[in-house]
């Protein structure tokens, strides 16, 4: 028998260690690890290089500055480069999923480089009752947007496919809705992923650091601060705790929010956590400019070092980029902190900078790497054993990295919708060569070789 392709070479990372095999795959699938190489169409040498599970960003935002019918070209096309096989999309749509839905996953299936995934975000509330219609569709996680509400309450979604403007709407995430939200949830056995930032304390903070005349990222901080997520994840957790929900939290990057939810999972509450590279590299005592403004605020470097323990210890599940396709131009809209856009590109330098930063420098390894990346994610959001692992049966989306490869991350290079980066200029140590997703290699050395429309939408079941 002959078999599509066989990796040889390679240092192949299970959960638990690592293994020198050659891998088999054949129809898109993984089929042995194996000291021979069988008869085969494509000989993958890897020698010197290590073999990870493709890179899952379980946080990206696209569709909102440029169309799906176009952002899902640029973005799949910049997280295959960076490692990344699998990207989840925060879809924040208005008016009815019911309505709306369908063109958006019949346009992503023409465009997407590399499989997707969605979570559907619930905004107003004629959608917490079509949480159950997502769900028939493959979807089985939601967004709750905590830090929308009063002066602070402005919001942009999805564009419809095709469309060019930005749709700018208002969101008033009360309280009562977001207890009816993770009770839909819980009812549905579904995560709910939250945005842990309390409204009313961050519309305070910013109307009080305008007045002062404050400006600059401690500024920004300042204005949105600890007590605010920390309020809302007690929140959360007394409502997910009462029906039963799992909670997400997203983007955690304080040593606050840290201590709030290990209290709460103390408590009982079923809770995951997931942070950022921006939250384990950039804080505002060392960042000029306003490119690293986001929500939650990059914090100390003391919250830095909180961040690195927690994901050593296993207090921290998973790492998305939080990914913003949006442009400079956009970003940069005035000359205060205030006028700027919150959020920024990510989603391809997520590995390199876990490999530089994490696994190069001795912080973590390639086990935790991997697990962080890839099978915990898998796991939560009902995607393992199909993903997430390089296990025979599973689909064959591996990523190839060059441990001691060295390059300065640039935007050009990258490519995508986004013409800057906050990591520009970065020199790293550890970068994806290869990027295999189902079988078929999509990048080569920031080269595309893959075709847009290859990409599949995964469609999730929810977990027993």
């Known amino acids: 028998m002959t078999v599509d392709a066989v990796i040889t070479g390679s240092h192949i990372i299970l959960q638990d260690r690592m293994v020198d095999r050659n891998i088999i795959i054949n129809d898109g699938k993984i089929v042995g ?55 989840m999309r925060m879809l924040r749509l208005s008016g009815s999923y019911k309505r709306n839905l369908k063109t958006h996953l ?18 107003y509330k004629n959608q917490i009752d079509e949480m159950e219609y997502c769900k028939s569709k493959g979807i089985t996680s939601f967004k709750v947007y905590m830090n929308l509400g009063d002066e602070v309450g402005h919001i942009y979604m999805d564009l419809q496919p095709g469309e060019k403007s930005l ?53 920004w901080s300042q204005s949105r601060p600890i007590e605010s997520e920390v309020k809302s994840i007690n929140n959360a957790s007394k409502f997910a705790r009462k029906s039963g929900c799992t909670l997400y939290f997203v983007h955690i990057g304080s040593k606050g929010a840290i201590n709030a939810i290990s209290k709460e999972r103390k408590n009982g509450t079923k809770i995951h956590v997931e942070t950022c590279p921006h939250y384990l590299t950039l804080s505002y005592e060392s960042q000029k400019g306003y490119l690293a403004k986001v929500m939650p605020p990059i914090r100390t470097s003391q919250d830095i070092d909180t961040i690195w323990q927690e994901i050593q210890s296993g207090g921290i599940d998973t790492i998305g980029t939080d990914h913003v396709a949006n442009r400079l131009k956009i970003k940069l809209g005035g000359d205060t ?21 994490g696994v190069n420098k001795g912080r973590i390894n390639l086990q935790q790497l991997s697990n962080i990346t890839s099978q915990n994610t898998a796991r939560i ?4 054993p199909k993903k997430g692992t390089i296990q025979k049966g599973s689909d064959a989306d591996i990523v190839l990295v060059d441990l001691k490869k060295e390059g300065k991350v640039s935007a050009e290079i990258l490519g995508g919708f986004s013409d800057y980066n906050v990591f520009e200029g970065w020199n790293l140590k550890g970068w994806p060569v290869k990027t ?3 079988g078929n290699i999509v990048t080569e050395d920031f080269k595309m070789i ?7 939408f995964v469609s999730r079941p929810v977990l027993s």
């Not at 993958?44 to 696209?62: A, E, F, Q, T």
């Not at 902190?337 to 530089?356: D, Y």
């Not at 893959?450 to 599949?456: A, L, M, R």
């Open 450 to 456: 893959g075709k847009p429309g290859y990409g599949k």
């Open 106 to 123: 019949v346009e992503s299936s023409k465009a997407h480089y590399i499989d997707y995934s969605i979570h559907a975000s619930i905004l």
């Open 167 to 219: 749709r700018e709407e208002r969101v008033e995430m009360t309280t009562d809705m977001v207890e009816k939200i993770i009770s839909k949830a819980a009812s549905l056995n579904c995560t709910v992923l939250i945005h842990a930032e309390d409204y009313q304390i961050c519309s305070c903070g910013i109307k009080t650091a305008k007045e002062k005349k404050m400006n600059g990222l401690a500024a």
């Open 33 to 87: 690890l194996t000291n021979d190489i069988p008869q085969c169409d494509l000989k993958i040498k890897g020698d010197g290089l290590v073999s990870l599970p493709g890179v899952i960003d379980p946080h990206v935002h696209y569709g909102v500055y440029s169309p799906i019918d176009e952002s899902a070209i640029s973005e799949s096309k910049v997280a295959a480069i960076g490692g990344v096989t699998t990207m």
């Open 381 to 384: 959001f009902g995607m393992y």
């Open 436 to 438: 295999m997703v189902r």
């Open 337 to 357: 902190i205030w006028s700027a856009l919150a959020g920024f590109p990510g989603v391809g330098t997520m590995l390199p900078i876990l490999l530089s930063e």
